[in-house]
């Protein structure tokens, strides 16, 4: 499946942005989809993830209550809609996919995804 992520800018602190994700090449709905972020000089991290049928969702701590990860499948796209965003924000975000193995299934770990779109960056301004 062939990813293509897009969505990210420049945003003032407290300001908004929403990510997309376009999947293509595979049947979308049978894949868990996950959000990572890279920020300069630091190890990518685990974000946001979804099932494949949209019935679970989880978040990093750091973002829980101001991101929000939803997926449309006739559209075959995920969405990552940022909230308050702050600073500490910043970062080249990714998404990546995987086919699912259960309902509910999702994913935290890099390891776990197959494959990976190119990322788009995001800069949150103090």
């Known amino acids: 499946v062939q990813l293509q992520a897009s969505g990210g800018g420049l945003v003032q602190a407290g300001g908004s942005l929403r990510l997309s994700c376009a999947a293509s090449?595979?049947?979308?709905?049978?894949?868990?989809m996950g959000w990572f972020r890279q920020a300069p000089g630091k190890e990518r991290e685990f974000v946001a993830a979804?099932?494949?049928?949209?019935?679970?969702?989880d978040y990093a701590d750091s973002v829980k209550g101001r991101f929000t990860i939803s997926r449309n499948n006739a559209e075959n796209t995920v969405y990552l809609q940022m909230n308050s965003l702050k600073p500490e924000d910043t970062a080249v975000y990714s998404c990546?996919?995987?086919?699912?193995?259960?309902?509910?299934?999702?994913?935290?770990?890099?390891?776990?995804?197959?494959?990976w779109g190119q990322g788009t960056q995001v800069t949150v301004s103090a």
């Open positions: 090449g595979r049947t979308f709905s049978n894949y868990v």
């Open positions: 979804i099932s494949w049928s949209g019935g679970s969702r």
């Open positions: 990546a996919a995987v086919r699912a193995r259960t309902y509910f299934g999702i994913y935290y770990r890099e390891s776990e995804y197959d494959y």
